[in-house]
C-alpha cells in the first residue's frame, strides 16, 4: 500500500475528481504518471488530506483549502483515520509512506503495526527517487 500525502496544488474544479487526479504537487502526478493508468495499483494507493482524511485514489472529491500546520490538527486527523487505517491495513505487508513528518504522527496506526508491516517512509514528497526505488523493489513498475 502506498499512502501520500495531499498538495496544497490542485486541479482547479468545482466538479468532484478522483483524488489522484485532484492533486497536482508532491510526489502525486509522479505517483499517477507510474501507477494511475493501472487499476490494480490505484486500488493500493490512499492519500491522507488535511480536510478528507485518508482517501481512495479514486475517492471522488472537490477543491478545498486545508492544512497541516500544527501537532493539534495531526492529533484531529489520527483519532478521524485511526478506524479506516485498522481496516484497510488487515492483510498489508509494506507501507510507502509519502508524508510529511505531521502526517506520520497521522499515521500511527501504521506505526504501531511495524512488527507486521514494514513501513518506508520518505518525509520528502517530491523524492520520486527514493518512492521509486521502493516500487521497483515490490515490483510496481
Known amino acids: 500500500m502506498i499512502i501520500a500525502g495531499c498538495s496544497r496544488r490542485k486541479k482547479p474544479t468545482t466538479e468532484p475528481i478522483p483524488a489522484l487526479d485532484l492533486y497536482e504537487g ?6 499517477r504518471d507510474r501507477l494511475g493508468d493501472d487499476t490494480r495499483f490505484r486500488q493500493r494507493i490512499r492519500i491522507i488530506s488535511a480536510f478528507y482524511g485518508l482517501l481512495h485514489a479514486d ?46 504522527f497521522a499515521l500511527e496506526p501504521v506505526v504501531q503495526r511495524l512488527d507486521a508491516i514494514r513501513l518506508s517512509w520518505i518525509a520528502a514528497p517530491r523524492d520520486l527517487h527514493g518512492a521509486a526505488a521502493v516500487l521497483d523493489t515490490w515490483g510496481w513498475t
Open 26 to 31: 508532491g510526489c502525486i502526478p509522479g505517483l
Open 59 to 104: 475517492s471522488h472529491v472537490v477543491n478545498y483549502d486545508r492544512r497541516l500546520t500544527n501537532l493539534a490538527d495531526a492529533y484531529a486527523l489520527r483519532q478521524r483515520v485511526a478506524p479506516q487505517l485498522d481496516d484497510e491495513l488487515a492483510g498489508v505487508t509494506h507501507v510507502l509512506a509519502l508524508v510529511e513528518p505531521l502526517y506520520l
